[in-house]
């Protein structure tokens, strides 16, 4: 199984700073995708960037600009830095990460998994 941990949620005024990371933790598999959603009171879930082991971004348009997406491989970890952050980003962040777990040397499957969220608060 994987576990993902994020941390670096937080109370920050409008144009301010946050880095959120997000780390997977397991045995036996490999990240094909990693990425963050966000959930604003009483709206649905929503995309906010990805990032395909590849290399390959996705934002949503509302972030491009401010908002960052990095990984650190060795450590299985990913970031989101925002940046100029406005009171609409505030919501609870969640990543997501797709992975292909090796049950055994012939057999493997690819699996979704989320972390628990992180409250991200733009306020004055």
């Known amino acids: 199984q994987v576990q993902l941990v994020e941390s670096g949620g937080g109370l920050v005024q409008p144009g301010g700073s946050l880095r959120l990371s997000c780390a997977a933790s397991?045995?036996?598999?490999?990240?094909?995708?990693m990425g963050w959603y966000r959930q604003a009171p009483g709206k649905g879930r929503e995309l906010v960037a990805t990032?395909?082991?590849?290399?390959?971004?996705n934002y949503a348009d509302s972030v491009k600009g401010r908002f960052t997406i990095s990984r650190d491989s060795a450590k299985n970890t990913v970031y989101l830095q925002m940046n100029s952050l406005k009171p609409e980003d505030t919501a609870v962040y969640y990543c997501?990460?797709?992975?292909?777990?090796?049950?055994?040397?012939?057999?493997?499957?690819?699996?979704?998994?989320w972390g628990q969220g992180t409250q991200v608060t733009v306020s004055s």
């Open positions: 997501n990460a797709i992975v292909t777990i090796y049950y055994t040397p012939s057999y493997s499957k690819m699996s979704a998994y």
């Open positions: 990032l395909t082991s590849g290399g390959s971004t």
């Open positions: 397991g045995s036996g598999f490999s990240t094909n995708a």
